[in-house]
């Protein structure tokens, strides 16, 4: 009874909230000539498909980047926005988001609009918000900013000295020296393979974040390096460099715009519809999202983060392919990988759904290992400088708890019938013979990951083999060594789409998103997992979303070597 009652209760708050939130929906927007879009852009994005009334409903505080993009698109459509000003604070996203993101400012800067922003920052490196900053015309420091411009760094954590100390064995198989998932696991430093690959995303990275603040504030390269090793930190510091062009509060910019009823904030102007304001009304595009580590049977979420199901997206890609209104396919990709089997089946519904219409994928922060493995098969690949992709590669790692249990009184013991009939008995290490069982598994996992990426690569195995054995490489170097056709970000992708469609680039398109939204408790349950992760350590955090043990502990994993840190 009690329940019950909680239940109705439940209904009555969520139906009380969903009437005043329809009637502040249907307030209309007023919106004079010239007036400016005022946005704050920090914390974490996520790959997700535009919140509906729902989504708005229950409150989720996940930033979409969908939804942060198509505002601004829709704002550049709008002739009765005149400009935006942008309240930049600490964000907690990769490079390639924040290259989208910046990507939206500069095309709504070219459309003839007016950009400023305002970076309100303390704490460390400020490398990543003062480099979105820069897509603006005007960049300003709020006068308590204190935001170190101090070069891009890169941490790798190493646990093999941990399970030693607590009796526990961990042993690890790869295919091959660039797939250094495990070294994460078992290490205790670099290996040279490592160190190599290492090197070379932090100096991609670097010469993308120096070139574009070279660019975007008419100074040399050398200059910017220069400047970067000096690490001015202060507002006054910022402008005696030329990297800003003053100190000054928020409030004294958006004060008398208010004032004078010519500012309107983001949560009004989202009643705004993109119809009204000329686009979203064209053809459609299908958006099929993939974001999370790559997983057999349906997607979920995790207090690891969201899972890539591949029934989920096999029934959304076909779902996608055989509508016929939908003239293309978007698959926007955000994975390190994960599960082999779930990346073949994931390719498979691809394969099928490009022979009949075009599928352009869309690389977001991260689509390497089994996350590139599926989007091989599409008929074009666009990724960001930043993205993280490739890594074409397989690892295997299995944890043996038999002398944990030990150590705390538990013992165990195991009766087999067969030579590797205890592979799956976690309380003992795998003998020679099983271990040389799981490195044919995995040769015949990189064989077969191989040829899918040469198939739809269009390249020859041996020239894959080259540019895989599990080494990860920028969306940059990707393009230059063909595994990438085109760089760029979401918006590249829509354009690339239309293009393969047969349709005008410049045509507006109507976006279609699968899979289809959750349902309003499937909604709250997200909430309430959001609010939880939320409260942990960031520590804890990283360790869980480096860590491949979602997994089952006896199958091979097509992940990417670890989640590099790079700020």
């Known amino acids: ?53 729902i989504g708005r409903l229950v409150g989720s505080r996940r930033h979409g980047l969908i939804d942060l993009l198509l505002t601004i698109r829709k704002a550049q459509a709008d002739t009765r926005v005149g400009g935006l000003v942008v309240r930049i604070t600490p964000l907690d996203c990769g490079w390639a988001k924040i290259q989208d993101i910046r990507d939206a400012l500069a095309e709504f800067r070219r459309a003839g609009k007016s950009l400023v922003a305002v970076l309100e920052y303390q704490g460390g ?74 090197n070379a995303l932090l100096d991609s990275l670097a010469q993308q974040f120096v070139g ?34 003053g100190t000054q509060d928020l409030a004294d910019i958006i004060g008398p715009l208010r004032a004078a009823r010519r500012l309107v904030e983001a949560d009004d102007y989202a009643r705004v519809s993109p119809a009204s304001v000329g686009i979203g009304t064209g053809p459609r595009i299908a958006v099929v999202m993939g974001v999370g580590s790559i997983v057999t049977g349906e997607s979920s979420t995790t207090l690891q983060g969201a899972t890539v199901g591949a029934d989920t997206m096999r029934d959304a890609i076909k779902a996608a392919a055989e509508a016929s209104e939908v003239r293309a396919i978007v698959l926007r990709v955000d994975s390190p990988g994960g599960s082999p089997l779930a990346s073949d089946l994931i390719w498979r519904a691809v394969a099928d759904a490009r022979r009949q219409k075009p599928v352009v994928v869309s690389m977001s922060d991260v689509a390497a290992s089994g996350g590139y493995y599926l989007a091989a098969a599409a008929s074009r690949i666009v990724a960001q400088p930043a993205t993280y992709t490739g890594s074409i590669g397989a690892f295997y790692a299995r944890p043996s708890v038999g002398r944990l249990l030990a150590r705390v009184g538990i013992n165990t013991e195991t009766i087999v019938r067969g030579k590797l009939a205890a592979m799956g008995d976690l309380t003992t290490p795998l003998n020679a013979a099983a271990r040389a069982r799981i490195v044919t598994d995995l040769e015949y996992i990189y064989r077969l990951f191989v040829s899918r990426v040469a198939e739809g690569r269009a390249l020859s195995p041996d020239r894959v083999n080259e ?19 085109e760089l760029g970000g979401f918006a590249t992708a829509v354009r690339a789409a239309k293009v393969a469609a047969g349709l005008d680039p410049e045509q507006d398109a109507q976006l279609v998103f699968y899979p289809e939204p959750e349902g309003l408790l499937a909604q709250l349950g997200s909430v309430l997992d959001a609010r939880l992760t939320a409260r942990m350590p960031r520590p804890l955090l990283e360790l869980l979303a480096a860590t491949p043990w979602p997994f089952e502990a006896e199958s091979p994993l097509a992940l990417m070597p670890m989640r590099y840190d790079i700020r």
């Open 1 to 53: 009874m009690r329940k019950r009652k909680r239940y109705i209760l439940l209904l009555t708050v969520v139906g009380v909230a969903a009437v005043i939130f329809l009637v502040g929906r249907m307030r209309r927007v007023t919106i004079p000539p010239g007036s400016h879009l005022f946005l704050t852009i920090g914390g974490s994005y996520v790959d997700a498909p535009p919140q509906d009334w």
């Open 125 to 198: 490196g400020a490398n990543k918000e003062y480099y979105l900053a820069t897509a603006a015309e005007r960049v300003n420091l709020a006068p308590g900013t204190t935001a170190p411009l101090c070069g891009l760094a890169a941490h790798f954590t190493f646990l093999g000295g941990l399970w030693e100390k607590i009796d526990l064995d961990l042993q690890v198989e790869r295919i091959s020296e660039y797939k250094t998932a495990g070294d994460l696991l078992t290490a205790k430093k670099m290996s040279a393979a490592h160190r190599e690959m290492a």
């Open 212 to 245: 574009g603040v070279a660019t975007a504030r008419s100074i040399s390269a050398d200059q910017v390096r220069a400047l970067i090793d000096r690490c001015p930190t202060t507002p006054r510091e910022y402008q005696e460099a030329a990297l800003s062009d």
């Open 467 to 485: 540019l895989g054995r599990g080494r990860v490489w920028t969306g940059e170097q990707a393009k230059a060594n063909g595994l990438v056709d």
